[in-house]
């Protein structure tokens, strides 16, 4: 389960948003890139994690540790003690904790602290996240410019985060244990401009509350275009659609990509979400089924006595791509299946 | 470190508890239990001859008859397979926790699964948050006259309390990570 993108961004460099792992537990965005001849130790320029939950982090730091001229990019608050600390506590009792997604930021961490993550430059290898700061713009050929640009988290997301990430660090007589503590209002949001085309990533990126999300990104980011091409955030769920996020940073029917979520009870995109979406674009898609395979019988067998709704974790990798040529407007999908038009 | 248990019986299976299951098990094993040991005992200085009973060997006889017969009484059990999850909790609610599940024995992929929370028992259920460990296990027991049963239970894994001394340890790893980061962050 999980969602990745790699963006061809021109000139053969690559830039990839988010990991996870094919069925067979190997990293798909690697192990797409190598598919199609990638040097990934050279050509990708960037890696991006834009929030710590599991479906868009696992393999990431594999990722890192693979593309090793890339810069990691990260909200900025996980470069802060509050979350730096729940690295440090995974470090330290990983074998009472049990691995957990902070182990894939507590090896980015190390792997950036390597002597060859450098750049002659003196470059460093990571860089933070923070709304209306770009990350990379460069000139790329035959592209031309070539912007990446987060829109989230605001500062007051940040804010509420760290608050909330400071409430699980260690105390004396505490519970032990590595709480989950992501909130998706530090997801980071991108705006990349790749020539004269705009792209807009949504992460898991939810509307709010004030301040945060969408309502902050709407009152503070106005693009020079509207984007072609949306990744919708948070699989679908009705609390990442903003109609304004629609109307004022998205063309009219814009191609939208959807990645499912089925490791819940609420699957995503469900069926209004889907009739949501489509009411806003007939060009919409979807990775995979939003229903997952079920386990062999006797797996479903053995466990019908304590649990229901026994489904696979992991299963087929479903790809859509989406390209374009240079001053071209249109966009040719491709679809590997279990991908489907939403 | 504490455990909670929270049994569930199968609506269509007879309930074998793990006692029961215990006491079968020491049946079936030649020197367990009290009347095994009183029955091998002898009487010192005492001695056989071949054809002759003597006292001591008519007591042992007697007392491996009852043996016999008590063994005879007891149903057999057979622990015919167990799986076991290691599970971490992916969501969770008053009612109902989704965890994904990793076999122990690496007989079955990865999983998700509902469980009802209450299941973890009054104590844990409460508590129990994403990313908390869960332990998920399934036995299929074989009984003499009474089939095929099975016995389920899932329950919360307590990792204890945090120490001033691993409170300092996180604390001084934290100080040093943040002093590597700052040049390594633009």
């Known amino acids: 389960m999980g969602e990745s993108i790699v963006v061809h961004v021109g000139g053969g460099k690559w830039v990839i948003v988010d990991s996870c792992r094919n069925q067979d537990g190997s990293v798909a965005p690697l192990t797409y890139l190598h598919g199609i001849g990638v040097d990934v130790a050279r050509d990708v320029l960037l890696v991006v994690g834009t929030h710590a939950h599991d479906d868009h982090i696992s393999g990431l730091a594999d990722v890192f540790a693979q593309c090793c001229r890339a810069r990691f990019v990260c909200s900025q608050a996980l470069t802060k003690e509050e979350f730096v600390a729940l690295t440090a506590q995974e470090d330290l009792f990983s074998d009472l904790l049990r691995e957990s997604s902070y182990a894939e930021y507590s090896r980015i961490l190390k792997l950036a602290d390597e002597p060859n993550r450098r750049s002659a430059g003196g470059i460093k290898p990571l860089v933070r996240a923070i709304a209306g700061r770009p990350v990379m713009d460069a000139e790329i050929s035959p592209v031309g410019r070539v912007v990446v640009l987060p829109v989230s988290p605001s500062d007051e997301a940040v804010t509420r985060s760290l608050r909330v990430l400071a409430t699980a660090r260690a105390r004396p007589d505490n519970s032990r244990g590595l709480r989950r503590i992501d909130p998706n209002e530090l997801a980071v949001a991108l705006w990349l401009k ?126 859509v791509r989406a390209r374009s040529q240079v001053g071209d407007e249109r966009w040719d999908i491709a679809m590997t299946s279990p991908a489907l038009r939403l | 470190m504490s455990q909670s248990f929270g049994t569930i019986e199968s609506p269509s299976a007879h309930r074998v508890s793990e006692t029961l299951l215990e006491t079968g098990n020491k049946a079936a094993t030649p020197d367990a239990g009290p009347s095994a040991a009183s029955i091998v005992a002898t009487t010192p200085g ?24 008590q063994q005879q009484t007891r149903e057999p059990f057979q622990v015919v397979g167990m799986q076991k999850w290691v599970g971490r909790i992916v969501e969770i609610d008053d009612e109902v926790f989704t965890a994904e599940l990793t076999s122990v024995s690496g007989t079955s992929p990865t999983l998700l699964a509902d469980f009802q929370t209450r299941n973890l028992g009054p104590d844990d259920a409460p508590n129990a948050r994403p990313g908390d460990i869960v332990y998920v296990t399934v036995r299929s027991v074989e009984a003499v006259g009474r089939g095929s049963t ?14 001033q001394s691993e409170v300092d340890q996180i604390e001084e790893l934290t100080r040093r990570k943040m002093r590597s980061l700052a040049d390594l962050v633009d």
């Open chain 2, 150 to 163: 099975m016995t389920s239970n899932v329950r919360l894994r307590r990792l204890g309390r945090w120490t």
């Open chain 2, 46 to 69: 005492s001695s056989t001859s071949v054809g002759q009973p003597s006292a001591a060997n008519t007591v042992s006889a007697a007392a491996m008859d009852e043996v016999h017969r």
């Open chain 1, 194 to 319: 790749v020539g004269e085309k705009r792209i807009l990533l949504g992460a898991d990126l939810l509307v709010g509350p004030q301040g945060c999300g969408w309502i902050a990104v709407l009152a503070t980011f106005i693009p020079d275009a509207k984007a072609s091409l949306f990744k919708v955030p948070h699989h679908g769920a009705p609390n990442a659609h903003h109609d304004g996020v629609w109307d004022a940073l998205l063309q009219p029917a814009p191609l939208a990509l959807v990645a499912p979520y089925r490791a819940g009870r609420n699957r995503r995109p469900s069926e209004s979400d889907r009739a949501r979406i489509r009411s806003r674009t007939p060009h919409a898609y979807v990775t995979a089924p939003t229903r997952p395979p079920l386990p062999p019988r006797p797996t479903m067998a053995a466990l019908s006595s304590i649990a229901t709704n026994v489904r696979l974790a992991n299963a087929m990798t479903g790809q």
